[in-house]
C-alpha cells in the first residue's frame, strides 16, 4: 500500500510541475480515456469506434500505418505488455503496485505514439520559416494565387520533408475541395498537423486568399518576419539539459549494475543469491518495480520536454 502511494504522489507531482508543458499529451489522454469510457459502456469495441479511428489516425500521422490491420496489432501490444506485466509481478508485489504497473504497461505503446506525433510537430515548426519563404515567393511570382503557390511550394520545397508532406496533402485535397467548408476543413487539418499559433494565423491568412481573393501578401512577409525573430530568440535562449538526458539514458543503468556488482563482490551475496533478494522476495521485487516505473516515466518526461516547438 505504501509503494503505491508513494507512485501516485510522485505522479501528481509530476502531473504539477510539467503540465504547463505537457499540456497537448495530458489532453490527448484524457480524451482517450473519455472515449473509451464511452465506447465500453455503448458500444461494441470491436465496432472499430471513435477510438479505433482516433488510433488509426495517429498511427498513420506518426507511422504511416494507417491500416485496420496495424490498429489491431496496436491494440494487441498494449493488451500482451498489460498482461505480461500483471503475470510478472503477480504474487511478487502489493495489487495496488500491481494494477498501476499494467496500466503503465497498456498506456506505453500509446504514448510513445503521443511522443512521436509531438516530435513531428516540432519539426514541422522548425521547418516553418523556410516553408514561409519559399511560399511567399511562390504567391508573389504567380500573382497572389494562393492555390498556384501552394501547388508550387509543395513541389519545390527543399530540405524540408515534413513540411513539404503537409503542404502536398494541403495541394491533393485542395483540388477536390469544391466548397468553403471543404477548403476550411483543409486549412485546419493544415494547422493541426504543426499545432503552433504561426500556424494558426498562416491558416488564415490562406483561408481569406482561397475564399475570397484577398491580398495577403503584407500578412506573410509580417508573419515570417516575426517567425524569423522567434527563431533568433529560440536560438539564444535554447537550453537543452543534456545532463539530465544523459543521467536518464546511462547514468542510472549503470548505477543499477554497479550496485548488483557491489552486493555480489564486496558483501558477497554472490550472483544467485543477489537475484534471488531482488526478484524473489516482496520487498525486492516491489522497490525494482517502483524504480523501472519512475525511470520510464522520467524517459518519457525528458522525451516530450528536450525539445521546444519553434513558436511566436
Given at each position: ?7 501516485i ?35 461494441d ?57 499494467s ?9 510513445m ?58 495541394s491533393?485535397?485542395?483540388?477536390r475541395?469544391g ?12 494547422s493541426l ?14 483561408y ?35 545532463e ?43 522497490w ?10 522520467s ?8 525539445e521546444?516547438?519553434?513558436d511566436?
Open positions: 500500500m505504501t509503494a503505491a502511494f508513494l507512485i504522489l510522485l505522479a501528481s507531482g509530476i502531473f504539477i510541475l510539467t503540465y504547463e508543458n505537457m499540456k497537448d499529451l495530458y489532453d490527448a489522454v484524457r480524451i482517450l480515456f473519455k472515449k473509451l469510457f464511452l465506447s465500453f459502456r455503448g458500444t469495441f470491436t465496432e472499430k469506434g471513435e477510438v479505433w479511428e482516433h488510433v488509426r489516425i495517429l498511427m498513420g500521422i506518426t507511422l504511416g500505418m494507417g491500416k485496420d490491420r496495424s490498429v489491431l496489432v496496436f491494440f494487441g501490444l498494449s493488451g500482451l505488455l498489460s498482461l505480461s506485466s500483471m503475470v510478472l509481478l503477480s504474487g511478487r508485489v502489493p495489487l495496488e503496485l500491481n494494477v498501476l504497473s496500466l503503465l504497461g497498456a498506456f506505453l505503446p500509446y504514448l505514439l503521443l511522443i512521436r506525433r509531438e516530435k513531428l510537430r516540432i519539426q514541422s515548426s522548425k521547418e516553418g520559416e523556410r516553408m514561409l519563404r519559399e511560399l511567399m515567393d511562390n504567391y508573389k511570382i504567380y500573382y497572389f494565387n494562393m492555390k498556384e503557390a501552394i501547388d508550387r511550394t509543395a513541389l519545390s520545397l527543399r530540405d524540408a520533408p515534413r513540411s513539404k508532406r503537409i503542404l502536398t496533402g494541403l491533393r485535397g485542395l483540388d475541395a466548397s468553403e467548408r471543404s477548403i476550411s476543413r483543409l486549412l485546419e487539418e493544415f498537423s504543426i499545432n503552433t499559433s504561426w500556424s494558426n494565423t498562416l491558416k488564415n491568412l490562406m481569406f486568399s482561397l475564399v475570397y481573393g484577398v491580398r495577403v501578401d503584407e500578412g506573410m512577409e509580417d508573419l515570417g518576419n516575426t517567425l524569423k525573430s522567434a527563431r533568433m530568440v529560440e536560438e539564444y535562449s535554447r537550453r537543452e539539459n543534456n539530465s538526458s544523459l543521467m536518464i539514458k546511462y547514468m542510472v543503468p549503470v548505477i543499477y549494475l554497479m550496485t548488483m556488482l557491489s552486493g555480489i563482490r564486496i558483501f558477497g551475496l554472490g550472483a544467485e543469491k543477489f537475484m534471488h533478494y531482488q526478484f524473489g522476495t516482496e520487498v525486492g521485487a516491489t525494482f518495480t517502483i524504480l523501472a516505473m519512475i525511470y520510464i516515466i524517459y518519457i518526461v525528458n522525451l516530450f520536454l528536450s521546444n516547438k519553434l511566436l
